[in-house]
Protein backbone atom coordinates (compact mmCIF):
# COMPACT_ATOMS: atom_id res chain seq x y z
CA UNK A 1 0.00 0.00 0.00
CA UNK A 2 1.09 3.47 -0.96
CA UNK A 3 2.13 5.72 1.96
CA UNK A 4 3.08 8.80 3.09
CA UNK A 5 5.08 8.58 6.03
CA UNK A 6 5.65 11.61 9.44
CA UNK A 7 8.37 10.75 11.85
CA UNK A 8 5.79 12.07 14.82
CA UNK A 9 2.65 11.75 15.45
CA UNK A 10 2.93 14.21 18.79
CA UNK A 11 5.70 16.39 19.38
CA UNK A 12 5.80 18.94 22.12
CA UNK A 13 9.17 21.44 21.96
CA UNK A 14 9.73 24.99 23.57
CA UNK A 15 9.17 27.95 22.38
CA UNK A 16 12.81 29.27 20.49
CA UNK A 17 13.93 25.29 19.64
CA UNK A 18 14.68 24.45 16.46
CA UNK A 19 12.49 21.43 15.33
CA UNK A 20 12.37 19.29 12.40
CA UNK A 21 9.45 17.36 10.95
CA UNK A 22 10.14 14.84 8.18
CA UNK A 23 7.91 13.69 5.53
CA UNK A 24 8.58 10.40 3.53
CA UNK A 25 6.88 8.50 0.91
CA UNK A 26 7.48 5.60 -1.32
CA UNK A 27 5.20 6.17 -4.23
CA UNK A 28 8.47 8.07 -6.23
CA UNK A 29 6.45 11.62 -7.03
CA UNK A 30 7.86 14.60 -8.40
CA UNK A 31 6.06 16.85 -5.36
CA UNK A 32 5.93 17.10 -2.15
CA UNK A 33 3.85 19.18 0.23
CA UNK A 34 3.84 21.05 3.83
CA UNK A 35 0.59 22.21 5.50
CA UNK A 36 -0.60 23.46 7.91
CA UNK A 37 -4.00 23.09 9.43
CA UNK A 38 -6.02 25.19 11.93
CA UNK A 39 -9.70 25.90 12.99
CA UNK A 40 -11.70 28.24 11.02
CA UNK A 41 -8.96 28.90 8.71
CA UNK A 42 -8.48 25.31 6.92
CA UNK A 43 -5.18 23.90 5.25
CA UNK A 44 -2.40 26.43 4.31
CA UNK A 45 0.46 25.41 2.00
CA UNK A 46 3.90 26.63 3.85
CA UNK A 47 6.22 25.36 1.07
CA UNK A 48 6.42 22.37 -1.73
CA UNK A 49 9.48 21.24 -3.95
CA UNK A 50 8.76 19.87 -7.93
CA UNK A 51 12.15 18.17 -7.09
CA UNK A 52 15.06 16.82 -5.34
CA UNK A 53 16.69 20.07 -4.22
CA UNK A 54 14.04 23.02 -5.93
CA UNK A 55 11.13 24.39 -3.36
CA UNK A 56 9.30 26.81 -3.63
CA UNK A 57 7.04 29.34 -0.98
CA UNK A 58 3.63 28.81 -0.36
CA UNK A 59 0.85 30.78 1.09
CA UNK A 60 2.37 31.14 4.52
CA UNK A 61 6.61 30.42 5.11
CA UNK A 62 7.60 32.65 7.22
CA UNK A 63 9.07 30.81 10.35
CA UNK A 64 9.93 27.90 8.10
CA UNK A 65 12.41 26.63 5.68
CA UNK A 66 12.30 23.00 3.92
CA UNK A 67 15.16 20.28 2.76
CA UNK A 68 14.62 17.96 0.08
CA UNK A 69 17.78 16.25 -0.30
CA UNK A 70 16.03 13.11 -1.94
CA UNK A 71 13.33 12.52 -3.81
CA UNK A 72 11.48 10.77 -0.78
CA UNK A 73 12.23 12.76 1.93
CA UNK A 74 10.94 16.36 2.20
CA UNK A 75 11.59 17.89 5.88
CA UNK A 76 10.07 21.31 7.48
CA UNK A 77 12.35 23.24 9.75
CA UNK A 78 11.01 25.42 12.44
CA UNK A 79 13.55 27.54 12.86
CA UNK A 80 12.84 29.24 15.89
CA UNK A 81 10.02 27.85 17.22
CA UNK A 82 7.21 30.15 18.34
CA UNK A 83 3.45 28.94 20.45
CA UNK A 84 1.72 30.74 17.03
CA UNK A 85 3.15 27.51 15.14
CA UNK A 86 1.10 25.28 17.50
CA UNK A 87 -0.74 23.47 14.65
CA UNK A 88 -1.21 20.47 13.05
CA UNK A 89 1.27 19.86 9.86
CA UNK A 90 0.57 17.93 7.07
CA UNK A 91 2.35 16.59 4.60
CA UNK A 92 1.17 15.11 0.86
CA UNK A 93 3.21 14.35 -2.07
CA UNK A 94 1.75 13.67 -5.84
CA UNK A 95 2.89 13.10 -9.65
CA UNK A 96 3.09 16.13 -11.76
CA UNK A 97 0.27 17.16 -13.16
CA UNK A 98 -3.23 18.71 -12.53
CA UNK A 99 -5.75 15.64 -12.47
CA UNK A 100 -3.61 13.71 -9.42
CA UNK A 101 -4.82 14.01 -6.19
CA UNK A 102 -2.41 14.17 -3.34
CA UNK A 103 -2.20 11.06 -0.88
CA UNK A 104 -1.65 12.75 3.01
CA UNK A 105 0.14 11.78 5.76
CA UNK A 106 -1.34 11.39 9.17
CA UNK A 107 -0.11 14.44 10.12
CA UNK A 108 1.68 15.82 13.05
CA UNK A 109 0.16 18.09 15.96
CA UNK A 110 2.72 20.43 17.26
CA UNK A 111 2.12 22.34 20.69
CA UNK A 112 4.77 24.84 21.63
CA UNK A 113 4.96 25.63 25.10
CA UNK B 1 -6.22 34.63 -6.82
CA UNK B 2 -7.79 31.10 -7.02
CA UNK B 3 -9.85 30.24 -3.91
CA UNK B 4 -12.38 27.84 -2.82
CA UNK B 5 -16.19 28.75 -0.56
CA UNK B 6 -17.35 25.94 1.18
CA UNK B 7 -20.86 26.17 3.56
CA UNK B 8 -19.76 26.88 7.06
CA UNK B 9 -20.73 23.57 9.59
CA UNK B 10 -21.18 21.39 11.58
CA UNK B 11 -24.01 19.89 9.62
CA UNK B 12 -25.81 17.95 12.16
CA UNK B 13 -28.29 14.67 9.58
CA UNK B 14 -29.51 11.51 11.12
CA UNK B 15 -28.92 8.23 9.80
CA UNK B 16 -30.11 7.58 6.10
CA UNK B 17 -30.53 11.33 5.60
CA UNK B 18 -29.84 13.17 2.07
CA UNK B 19 -26.39 15.25 1.94
CA UNK B 20 -25.40 18.23 0.50
CA UNK B 21 -22.47 20.23 0.99
CA UNK B 22 -21.85 22.85 -0.81
CA UNK B 23 -18.43 24.28 -2.70
CA UNK B 24 -18.28 26.97 -5.27
CA UNK B 25 -14.93 28.14 -6.59
CA UNK B 26 -13.18 31.24 -8.41
CA UNK B 27 -10.15 30.01 -10.76
CA UNK B 28 -8.88 31.13 -14.04
CA UNK B 29 -8.13 28.20 -17.06
CA UNK B 30 -9.97 25.13 -16.14
CA UNK B 31 -8.70 23.60 -12.97
CA UNK B 32 -9.62 20.24 -12.25
CA UNK B 33 -11.80 19.64 -8.51
CA UNK B 34 -11.60 17.15 -5.94
CA UNK B 35 -13.21 16.12 -2.94
CA UNK B 36 -11.06 15.25 0.24
CA UNK B 37 -12.13 13.80 3.61
CA UNK B 38 -10.57 14.12 6.90
CA UNK B 39 -11.71 11.11 9.81
CA UNK B 40 -10.97 12.10 13.38
CA UNK B 41 -7.26 11.96 14.37
CA UNK B 42 -5.95 10.91 10.99
CA UNK B 43 -4.94 12.75 7.45
CA UNK B 44 -7.02 13.40 4.14
CA UNK B 45 -8.21 11.08 1.84
CA UNK B 46 -9.45 11.69 -1.61
CA UNK B 47 -12.63 10.84 -1.77
CA UNK B 48 -13.54 11.83 -5.39
CA UNK B 49 -12.74 14.18 -8.65
CA UNK B 50 -13.72 16.00 -11.82
CA UNK B 51 -11.15 17.01 -14.25
CA UNK B 52 -13.52 18.72 -16.62
CA UNK B 53 -16.92 20.52 -17.02
CA UNK B 54 -19.31 18.17 -16.46
CA UNK B 55 -17.80 15.50 -15.19
CA UNK B 56 -19.39 13.94 -12.13
CA UNK B 57 -17.12 12.18 -9.91
CA UNK B 58 -18.28 9.20 -7.27
CA UNK B 59 -16.97 7.14 -4.94
CA UNK B 60 -18.42 5.13 -1.81
CA UNK B 61 -21.60 6.74 -2.68
CA UNK B 62 -20.68 9.89 -2.53
CA UNK B 63 -21.14 11.73 -5.69
CA UNK B 64 -20.27 15.71 -7.24
CA UNK B 65 -20.43 17.11 -10.72
CA UNK B 66 -18.30 19.92 -12.01
CA UNK B 67 -20.88 22.59 -13.53
CA UNK B 68 -18.64 25.32 -14.78
CA UNK B 69 -21.50 27.76 -15.61
CA UNK B 70 -22.15 27.86 -11.89
CA UNK B 71 -18.59 27.10 -10.64
CA UNK B 72 -19.68 25.01 -8.22
CA UNK B 73 -18.97 21.27 -7.10
CA UNK B 74 -21.55 20.68 -4.69
CA UNK B 75 -21.09 16.93 -2.85
CA UNK B 76 -23.98 15.02 -2.50
CA UNK B 77 -24.79 11.51 -0.80
CA UNK B 78 -28.03 9.58 -0.81
CA UNK B 79 -28.58 7.97 2.81
CA UNK B 80 -25.40 9.24 5.37
CA UNK B 81 -24.17 6.88 7.62
CA UNK B 82 -22.56 7.31 11.24
CA UNK B 83 -18.96 6.35 10.02
CA UNK B 84 -18.90 9.20 7.37
CA UNK B 85 -19.11 11.80 10.16
CA UNK B 86 -15.70 13.59 9.36
CA UNK B 87 -15.02 16.66 8.11
CA UNK B 88 -14.78 17.17 4.14
CA UNK B 89 -12.43 19.43 2.07
CA UNK B 90 -13.63 20.68 -0.96
CA UNK B 91 -10.16 21.57 -3.24
CA UNK B 92 -9.43 22.88 -6.64
CA UNK B 93 -5.80 22.78 -8.31
CA UNK B 94 -3.76 25.49 -9.71
CA UNK B 95 -3.61 23.75 -13.05
CA UNK B 96 0.42 23.99 -13.01
CA UNK B 97 2.87 21.93 -13.50
CA UNK B 98 3.65 21.65 -9.70
CA UNK B 99 0.45 20.67 -8.86
CA UNK B 100 -0.58 22.57 -6.33
CA UNK B 101 -4.15 22.55 -4.88
CA UNK B 102 -6.34 25.17 -3.27
CA UNK B 103 -8.66 23.75 -0.45
CA UNK B 104 -11.79 25.48 1.32
CA UNK B 105 -12.07 25.72 4.78
CA UNK B 106 -13.56 22.27 4.95
CA UNK B 107 -17.25 21.38 6.63
CA UNK B 108 -17.53 19.32 9.41
CA UNK B 109 -20.22 16.30 8.93
CA UNK B 110 -21.92 15.17 12.36
CA UNK B 111 -24.39 11.96 12.03
CA UNK B 112 -26.41 10.47 14.65
CA UNK B 113 -28.11 6.90 14.70
Known amino acids: DVKVTQSSRYLVKRTGEKVFLECVQDMDHENMFWYRQDPGLGLRLIYFSYDVKMKEKGDIPEGYSVS ?3 KERFSL ?3 SASTNQTSMYLCASTSSGRDYGYTFGSGTRLTVV | ?23 TYTATGYPSLFWYVQYPGEGLQLLLKATKADDKGSNKGFEATYRKETTSFHLEKGSV ?16 GYSTLTFGKGTMLLVSP
Not at chain 2, 1 to 23: H, K, R, Y
Open chain 2, 81 to 96: QVSDSAVYFCALSKGS
Open chain 1, 77 to 79: ILE
Open chain 1, 68 to 70: REK
Open chain 2, 1 to 23: GDSVTQMEGPVTLSEEAFLTINC
